[in-house]
C-alpha cells in the first residue's frame, strides 16, 4: 500500500519501517559513535551504558541490513570484527545531529514537563479507586 494518505502509521509503509528498525535510541548512539570512528563491540558496548549484549547485537544487525553499517572482520588473532558507518548511514548524522540538539536545548522543558506529570498523577486519585 502506498504512504500517500498517511506516510507513517500503515503497516506497510516503508518509512514505519524505517522507524521500528532505525529510529531507536541505541541505533542512533551507535550510528553517533561510528560516525567518529569505525568501532569494535566491546569498545560500544563501553560508550553505550545500559546497553545490554543482546541489545547491542541485534541494534547492529539491525543496522548492517538496512545498509547503514558495514561490519569486517579483521584478520587478527583472535579474530575480531569492526564496524563502520556507510555512507547511506552518514546521512542521517543531519537528521540526528538536530534531534540531538534539540533534545539539549529542550531538556530543562523537558525534566519540568515529567515533574508536572509526575505530581499532577500523585494527586489525582486512581480510577479503580473511585
Known amino acids: 500500500m502506498a504512504c500517500e494518505n498517511d506516510p ?3 503497516a506497510d509503509c516503508a518509512a514505519r519501517s ?11 548512539m551507535i550510528l553517533t559513535i561510528l560516525s567518529e570512528r569505525p568501532s569494535r ?11 545490554t549484549h543482546k541489545a547491542l547485537t ?8 538496512n545498509g547503514l553499517i558495514s561490519r569486517c572482520v579483521l ?9 563502520s558507518i556507510t555512507s547511506l548511514g552518514r546521512t542521517l548524522q543531519v537528521p540526528f545531529g538536530a534531534v540531538y540538539d534539540w533534545s539539549i536545548a529542550h ?24
Open 8 to 10: 507513517i502509521f500503515f
Open 18 to 28: 524505517f522507524f521500528d528498525q532505525v529510529a531507536n535510541k541505541w541505533a542512533v
Open 41 to 51: 563491540f566491546n569498545e560500544m558496548k563501553r560508550r553505550l551504558e545500559g546497553v
Open 107 to 130: 531538556l530543562d522543558d523537558l525534566e519540568e514537563a515529567k515533574r508536572l506529570y509526575d505530581a499532577k498523577q500523585q494527586n489525582t486519585p486512581l480510577a479503580n479507586d473511585a
Open 75 to 83: 584478520a587478527t588473532s583472535p579474530v575480531a570484527v569492526e564496524y
Open 58 to 65: 541485534q541494534a547492529l544487525r539491525r543496522l548492517e541490513r
